[in-house]
């Protein structure tokens, strides 16, 4: 079975400032990690995908997320929040390289909020 | 491309009715997922089709059932409504073979009344 946990329902950071926005997982099998973000009323969007090779992805908007096998950790980064920022984001697992054909196991999600 | 479409955008139903939601996948893609998505939660695995046959499944009742059709596009219909049935309902299309990601729709947002 696998897992995704989410630290921090809730994260504020102020307008340029780092943002991070921490998952981990519990995978049996060598794990597919994503980041989605989620504005109000509007479905997923995927900003990065951790596969194979590179631990460090990169992602749109200037996100970034680093696998780490031995924290079981992918944490998502931002060197300097933007208003627009602001959203619902989830961090989700699954187990083959096909991995558009495999159900996705979803954390709980963290809200961002960005000060002006 | 228009992308994976879901109609209607939100729906209002009462205890005990059926409701049937509908999915367009992207072009190209031949693979529908469904997730149930409750308030302040993450999205949760319904089921998922391909070739016109439920290929996985998650953890729902069988009150949850689907159907997809040989243009790809796809239904989840849910009978006996519960007020906990109320969420948004994400479609998701996906292609095959390896390194193909899932595109979601903008959902369908059900109450329950």
């Known amino acids: 079975a696998q897992s995704v946990t989410q630290l921090g329902s809730h994260v504020s950071v102020s307008e340029g400032a780092l943002v991070l926005l921490r998952c981990n997982y519990s995978s049996s099998v060598p794990p597919y990690l994503f980041w989605y973000v989620q504005y109000p009323n509007q479905g997923l969007q995927l900003l990065l995908k951790?596969?194979?090779?590179?631990?460090l992805v990169k992602g749109i908007n200037g996100f970034e997320a680093e696998f780490k096998k031995s924290e079981t950790s992918f944490h998502l980064t931002k060197p300097s929040a933007h208003m627009s920022d602001a959203a619902e984001y989830f961090c989700?697992?699954?187990?083959?390289?096909?991995?558009?054909?495999?159900?996705?196991?979803f954390g709980t999600g963290t809200r961002l909020t960005i000060i002006p | 491309d228009a992308g994976v479409t879901q109609s209607p955008t939100h729906l209002i139903k009462t205890r005990g009715q059926q409701v049937t939601l509908r999915c367009s996948p992207k072009?190209?893609?031949?693979?529908v997922s469904w997730y149930q998505q409750a308030l302040g939660q993450g999205p949760q695995f319904i089921f998922q089709y391909y070739e016109e046959e439920e290929r996985q499944r998650g953890n729902f009742p069988d009150r949850f059932s689907g159907h997809q059709f040989p243009n790809y596009s796809s239904e989840l219909n849910v009978n006996a409504l519960l007020l906990g049935d109320s969420a948004l309902y994400l479609c998701?299309?996906?292609?095959?073979?390896?390194?193909?990601?899932?595109?979601f729709g903008q959902g369908t947002r059900l109450t329950v009344v």
């Open positions: 998701a299309s996906s292609g095959t073979g390896r390194d193909t990601e899932a595109f």
């Open positions: 072009s190209g893609h031949d693979t």
């Open positions: 989700a697992v699954t187990r083959e390289a096909n991995f558009g054909n495999e159900k996705l196991t």
């Open positions: 951790y596969t194979t090779g590179a631990t």
